[in-house]
């Protein structure tokens, strides 16, 4: 019932758009063509800014959409002269003719489905988490580009390519089997914590396109958390962001000067949010599969500790440390290992764990650079300071953080 | 949908004729090949001989040319193929990972194009 106004349809239009990915989803699932579901999706809504504002809305809208993009897709498929397509058209047609007899315009969320298409490991690796943004969120290609510092000609390159592959190499929409499990969702978990941190290197939060990747990336964990409820890690993940995301209105002073971790005013800190990321870790914990996320995020909910009055337990931190490099030895994991043992143990030992890093993997990440000068400041060695210093100024491409260790720098007691 | 595997691996670092490793193999590929027919996933499959026998032709200006060996300077070399039928590239991939090739070498897993 609508009186056919446009503003009726707009206001139905946007409900529809709400539920993008779960449309999206299941066309592309009963396709087996993500591509093809896309410009069906985009074609229904059109004909429905075409027709509802002087048709009305319909009932349904959701429905209505599902049926104008079948119908699109099924035509779409019948000129498509690929046998492998009739399979599918049928199927469509054998679906479409059971939904209208169904009185409740009820389809599954295959959503799930698409979070693993998207992440399949015969899919690029660079691709895997634009795919995810552009499909699961319905985000443009142009701003997904933006986010990940590529040209917008390249980024479409790439998802047209996965796409495509998609259809032509027939990857399969079934949810991965229960061995396949472990590996693939480690992708969809990777490729959600890739988005989170093309949004979080952003600390200035002056590129609103780059920080709007962050919530994407905690709605995507949430989507994963609530597919696959017995996930510990897509727990850990969701608890990890969260403890990072309540302290982003801390990141920056007023006057958008850089507060590292430890100087932070505990008090900017989003309390609901660090309340909510504390009962996701409770859940994965409770799950007794560990995992690097559930690490990751244990170590942020030793720092959140702050909030509370409690001091920081550098202790449990270098253990959970331990365990995280020991689990997953990336880079960031061995240089968080280093500067908290410099807290428990002081500098030289905190040094020495620096110094067994691969200095390949070293040389041009920045936060080496910049835990080494302080580390070597605090051991008096000032000449070492200054060229560390100098290499992570060099390193640094955000102006807030360049002025931070400058400051640090010209601080240095001689 | 068909699917054809092509299988590299590094002839110089290929197990030699009538050495254990060899006849373990061989026994690899025998089984595989007996699993895959049983279960009619098998269209085709054949090995290759070494890549000194092969010759390269082309045809430029009308002329056919034709050179010893292929030109690319590739550490592995294509040694055999199947042509399996898998209802999608999972299925494919996972019969992939059974060829005993796949332990040392590569498979490249190609959907082999339909026409109607």
Known sequence: MADGGEDAGRAALLAARASYSRLVAYLAAAAGDVAAAEDALSDAFRAALETWPDRGVPDKPEAWLLAAARHRLTDMSRHRAVQAQAAATLRLLTEEAADRAAVAPAFPDERLKLLFICAHPAIDIAARTPLMLQTVLGIDAGRIASAFLVSPAAMGQRLVRAKAKIRDARISFDVPEYHQLPERLDAVLDAIYAAYGTGWDDTAGTDSRRRGLADEAVWLARLAVELLPDAAEAHGLLALMLYCEARRPARRTEAGAYMPLSEQDVQLWRRPMIEEAKRALATAAAQHRLGRFQLEAAIQSQHAMRLTGGDINWASIVALYDALAEMSPTIGALIGRAAALAEERGAAAGLAALEAIDMDRARSYQPYWAVRGALLARLDRTDGADAAYERAIGLTEDRAVRAFLLTKMSTIER | ?116
Request: net charge negative.
């Open chain 2, 1 to 116: 949908m068909k699917y054809m595997c092509l299988i590299y691996g590094d002839e110089a670092n290929h197990p030699q004729p009538n050495t254990p490793e060899m006849g373990q193999l061989m026994e690899g590929y025998m089984a595989f090949t007996k699993d895959i027919r049983e279960k009619n996933v098998m269209v085709a499959g054949d090995p290759l001989e070494p890549i000194a026998t092969a010759t390269t032709v082309r045809v430029r200006g009308g002329r056919t040319e034709t050179t010893d060996g292929p030109f690319a300077e590739t550490k592995e070399q294509l040694g055999g193929y199947y042509i399996l039928d898998c209802k999608d590239l999972d299925e494919a991939i996972a019969y992939a990972a059974r060829i005993p090739t796949a332990a040392f070498g590569s498979i490249e897993v190609r959907p082999i194009m339909v026409f109607d």
